[in-house]
């Protein structure tokens, strides 16, 4: 089956430093590749995503790569603010017409001044 | 636009009560998902539906959940009785096809439920 596999926080940072979230996967076929951010007391929303080997997705100073021949997809940042804390997941789909997610179970990161 | 509002966002009861947890989509969201979360097991899926028809139950606890969706505007998540350990955030989602098939999905800000 699929499945998700993320490093272990909490990861503390202070501001300025360079974020690397690692991510790999196991799935059949071609998934797509996603990360989502959840903030203090809010659900998930997508921060980005990629949908085909050698793609990469990026938002808000974020970028992932999706490598197929390591099935990862990492999620970096060059110069993290104290608004990026928050829980990072890493999550694929099945493809194709099949909407369901799996997630990894969440990295939290804290950035301090 | 509005986004996915569930309800309530937080619920306190006793073991053996009836909970019910409430989600209006996005408009014109043809999936809607059922999410809990947990310290110990991350989020998990546990029923989606599509065009108001369930499509996958399988992440359904037990019998003591159900799930219903009688209009494209409204999902319940029913358990009854509930436990302790059903304590958890539950997050409804919604998506809507797109041509490649592989649409965002939308949360709420979840149902902290807590049972004693």
């Known amino acids: 089956g699929n499945s998700v596999t993320q490093m272990e926080g909490p990861v503390t940072l202070s501001e300025e430093a360079f974020l690397t979230i690692n991510c790999t996967y196991t799935?059949?076929?071609?998934?797509?590749l996603f990360w989502y951010v959840q903030y203090p007391g809010e659900g998930l929303q997508l921060l980005l995503k990629a949908t085909k080997a050698d793609d990469k997705g990026s938002n808000k100073g974020f970028e992932a790569t999706y490598r197929k021949e390591t099935t990862s997809f990492h999620l970096e940042k060059g110069s993290v603010q104290v608004s990026d804390s928050a829980v990072y997941f890493c999550?694929?789909?099945?493809?194709?017409?099949?909407?369901?997610?799996?997630f990894g179970k969440g990295t939290l990161l804290t950035v301090n001044p | 636009d509005a986004g996915v509002i569930q309800s309530p966002r937080h619920e306190v009861t006793e073991m053996g009560q009836e909970v019910t947890l409430r989600c209006k989509p996005i408009s014109g969201h043809d999936y809607l998902f059922w999410y809990r979360q947990t310290m110990m097991r991350g989020l998990e899926l546990l029923i989606y539906?599509?065009?108001?028809?369930?499509?996958?139950d399988s992440g359904m606890p037990e019998d003591r959940f159900s799930a219903k969706m009688p209009n494209a505007s409204f999902s319940t998540l029913k358990i009854q009785p509930s436990e302790p350990r059903d304590s958890a955030v539950y997050f409804c989602?919604?998506?809507?096809?797109?041509?490649?098939?592989?649409?965002?999905?939308?949360f709420g800000e979840g149902s902290r439920l807590t049972v004693l």
């Open positions: 799935a059949t076929g071609y998934p797509s």
């Open positions: 539906f599509n065009n108001n028809v369930p499509i996958d």
């Open positions: 999550a694929l789909s099945s493809g194709g017409s099949n909407y369901k997610l799996t």
């Open positions: 989602a919604s998506s809507f096809r797109t041509r490649r098939g592989t649409g965002e999905l939308f």
